[in-house]
């Protein structure tokens, strides 16, 4: 017996948030009523949860996957415009995953994907400052002054950014290799804050997030978690 939003993200369909606004939305029915109540207890054996018409059960078998996301992919389980998605890059795996938060469109590098709903919750939810690791290629005036403004926080979309750490890797020319650390998710937000001081990113890639990294994985390919990032989780569930 659980609460319905637990069994959703359990199941997969998303995380406990997200569950919420799911529930809240009327697409979830239990035994053919329409829920839209946050309390209610499912049985997971006995009851018949479906979401969008769709029955959900819990799987046996937790999938965690890094992909290393190519440009010209969505981040999305589908497309309403028909481009390609993650999931195009994953269709050998049986189970039904989905990713960790999103990359941009033009952006390439490490996604999380998984079953977990827990864990997926975990990594996503600002509260816990999961740091985020990028190397952007940029073109512009990267000095000392506007490093110290991205370290510090920018305005983007009315809203000053977190502290970031930023250090540059290599210059040549009007183009800068930067590594930049930050620990939200906002929209397209490293591109944004390169525009604020007066940078345009060209190439961006993620490398990192939190204990998880993309290494030698090569673009467009998927590896299972090493039994070390699988430690991790457990240990990060347990409050290790």
């Known amino acids: 017996m659980m609460r319905l939003q637990k069994f959703m993200a359990t199941c997969g369909t998303s995380s406990r948030r997200k569950a919420e606004d799911i529930i809240k939305a009327g697409r979830v029915t239990v035994n053919g009523d329409i829920i839209k109540d946050m309390g209610i207890i499912v049985n997971e054996e006995a009851d018949i949860v479906l979401v969008d018409g769709t029955k959900i059960s819990i799987e046996q078998k937790k999938r965690y996957i890094i992909l290393n996301k190519p440009r010209g992919y ?43 709903g827990d864990f997926a919750c975990s990594i996503a939810h600002p509260k816990n400052n999961i740091n985020k690791v990028y190397i952007a290629k940029v073109i512009g005036d990267i000095n000392e002054k506007n490093v110290e403004k991205l370290k510090k926080g920018v305005i983007i979309d009315g809203r000053k950014t977190a502290s970031a750490k930023v250090s540059v890797l290599n210059i040549d020319g009007k183009t ?12 397209r937000q490293v591109r944004k804050m390169f525009e604020a001081v007066g940078c345009r990113v060209t190439d961006l890639k993620r490398v990192a997030v939190g204990k998880f990294n ?27």
Do not use: C
């Open 74 to 116: 969505i981040t999305s389980a589908e497309d309403q415009f028909g481009r390609s998605t993650v999931m195009d890059l994953v269709e050998d795996i049986p189970e039904r995953i989905y990713p960790i938060g999103r990359l941009d469109y033009d952006t390439e590098g490490l996604l999380l994907l998984t079953n977990d």
């Open 176 to 187: 800068s290799e930067i590594k930049i650390v930050i620990h939200e998710g906002r929209n």
């Open 214 to 240: 993309i290494g030698s994985l090569q673009l467009g390919k998927w590896r299972e978690f090493t039994k070390a990032e699988l430690k991790y989780i457990e240990d990060y569930k347990n409050g290790v």
